[in-house]
């Protein structure tokens, strides 16, 4: 069977010719988040991805699948980082872009593919979360990316599902935990995860997901 996916944009990611935009995950954008961290001030990943709109120009390679913009926001912010969403619709209109790309005509669309929606519910999410008081935690194996206020609230994200290990060794009591799925903004039941060790924590599929553990004394 032939591959529509021709080629590689960094490490991570690969352009998809049937979809006509990049697919994947940076496998450098968590470690470029905390690198710039050690300046102690907030870090600010404005142009994190660009969604792409079905049918339109590509705008020289500069759009991402909605998935990928999606698992670029919450890598971000488990990270420690900000994000300031772009909308393939709202970058290529310009005159600039009219001149750069001459083939192509760029007008103004108020529309996308999914990616607005998922950013609400991740917006809807931290609110509803303590995250001022929370930092980045490195407790976590595989391919798994946390934020913690130790002891007493911890939100993992896993982008392609499956399982991590999480280090609740300092914790005491028990924890109330939540799948919840970062598209659709709906939780799973609530399960109990006690502290005081390393925990093994496994996705309810291969899809990305957030599992959110509160102390359970906080309910």
């Known amino acids: ?36 961290r050690r300046f102690k001030k907030p870090v600010l990943n404005s ?19 909605t998935d990928k913009v999606r698992r670029s926001a919450w890598r971000i912010v488990c990270a420690g980082g900000y994000i300031a969403a772009g909308f393939h619709g709202t970058l290529g209109h310009s005159d600039v872009w009219n001149r750069i790309d001459a083939p192509n005509h760029y007008s103004f669309h108020v529309r996308d593919e999914g990616a607005g929606a998922q950013l609400a ?4 999410f931290f609110t509803a979360t303590p995250y001022w008081r929370m930092q980045p935690f490195a ?19 896993l982008p392609r599902g499956g399982a991590t290990t999480l280090d609740l060794t300092g914790a005491t009591g028990s924890f109330t935990a939540r799948w919840f799925d970062p598209r659709s903004g709906e939780y799973e039941d ?27 004394s906080n309910k």
């Open 139 to 157: 407790g976590v194996t595989g391919d798994a990316v946390s934020l913690a206020e130790s002891g007493k609230t911890y939100v993992v994200y």
């Open 1 to 36: 069977m032939l591959s529509h996916q021709t080629g590689q944009h960094g490490e991570g990611t690969i352009w998809d010719e049937l979809l006509r935009c990049w697919t994947g995950d940076s496998a450098t954008l968590v470690d470029s988040v905390r690198a710039d």
């Open 47 to 65: 142009e994190n991805g660009y969604e792409y709109l079905r049918g339109d120009p590509t705008s020289r390679k500069q759009v991402h699948h």
């Open 121 to 124: 519910v991740l917006y809807d």
């Open 190 to 216: 609530p399960y109990t995860v006690s502290g005081g060790g390393k925990r093994k924590i496994e996705a309810p599929d291969s899809k990305d997901w957030v599992v959110h553990l509160r102390v359970a």
